[in-house]
């Protein structure tokens, strides 16, 4: 379908991605630049990238596909690094946790070209970072959100659904505002809970021990809290508005159970912790409640 991708971020994301892309016979060349040249060239001794790019322009040069890869913090930097490339023959996607920020840099930064920009966010992930983690099965199964705004080309747009759909991924669509509400709530918020128990834990005098004697819950439930700083501190920041909503919301449920302990309240406590866990059995990931 490409003849070219221009990968902006050897990682994880951007690693998996072209990979995947390769093995689909979905692109001819992969040429990807990342701000670490050891990144790079460990990209491009992987099979990752068949060119190492000098600079994310020069990665983008002859591209009819780009991908940014990169810290949401870094969307806008990076497109203005990109700009005097873009066509509007290109195809531009992100995989971005956040959307409406990245859009707002795309807009002030790509003006007449921003309809070749299809915000991104494919759901998938590991807690380890790197280009050596890069799996072309990362995507497979995996849903991706598309938030195409007003002024979204209606070929790019067809076109990014075809590729993540060719990857094996399960496409929808929303609203940006929509995407980082619920998104807020459902892995934005679980990260942010899950790096301050493990803080609350370790902080303590006792908290070695305390953890010697963690079992698979608490395994299960602090996985997440070994995610990437950086690329979270980007997250939260990024998405703070409907990230602190979601923080308030939650508080008022732990304080709600708090007080129902303290009072020894055990039939109404009973019934939360069984409205929870009715919940949690009939959840079933990627479909929606009916």
């Known amino acids: 379908m490409f003849e070219q ?5 050897c990682g994880l994301m951007g690693g998996s991605f072209a990979l995947a892309l390769k093995r689909a016979g979905l692109v001819k060349r992969v040429v990807g630049y990342s701000k670490s040249p050891s990144t790079t060239e460990r990209a491009r001794a992987m099979g ?8 994310a322009l020069l990665a983008v040069s ?12 870094a969307t806008e930097a990076t497109l203005k690094a990109i700009r005097h490339l873009v066509t509007d023959k290109m195809l531009i996607m992100d995989v971005g946790s956040t ?9 002030r930064v790509l003006r007449d070209h921003v309809g070749s920009f299809v915000p991104c966010h494919p759901i998938a992930g590991k807690e380890l970072s790197g280009v050596e983690h890069a799996d072309a099965e990362l995507y497979a199964g995996k849903q991706v959100i598309l938030t195409p705004i007003d002024r979204t080309e209606a070929v790019q747009l067809r076109d990014a659904v075809r590729v993540w759909e060719s990857l094996g991924c399960r496409v929808q669509q929303m609203a940006p505002e ?4 619920a998104f807020a709530a459902v892995s934005h918020l679980p990260h942010l809970i899950s790096f301050a128990l493990m803080n609350s834990v370790t902080g303590q005098e006792q908290g070695d021990q305390y953890l010697s004697l963690a079992g698979p819950g608490f395994r299960d439930f602090t996985r997440i809290a070994a995610s990437d700083p950086k690329m ?10 409907e990230l602190l909503a979601q923080s308030d919301i939650f508080q008022r449920t732990l304080k709600q159970m ?6 020894g309240d055990g039939d ?3 019934a939360l912790v069984a409205l929870a866990s009715d919940a949690r059995a009939q959840w079933r990931m990627g479909v929606p409640k009916k």
């Open 5 to 9: 991708l221009g990968l902006i971020g």
């Open 48 to 55: 990752v990238i068949d060119v190492e790019a000098p600079s």
């Open 62 to 73: 002859g591209a009819d596909i780009v991908l940014l890869a990169v810290p949401v913090a």
């Open 99 to 107: 959307k409406r920020d990245v859009i707002d840099a795309a807009r």
């Open 178 to 181: 929509a995407h980082d509400a």
């Open 232 to 241: 979270w501190r980007d997250i939260l920041l990024a998405n703070k508005h």
């Open 258 to 263: 708090e007080l129902l302990i303290d009072s």
């Open 268 to 270: 109404s406590l009973e």
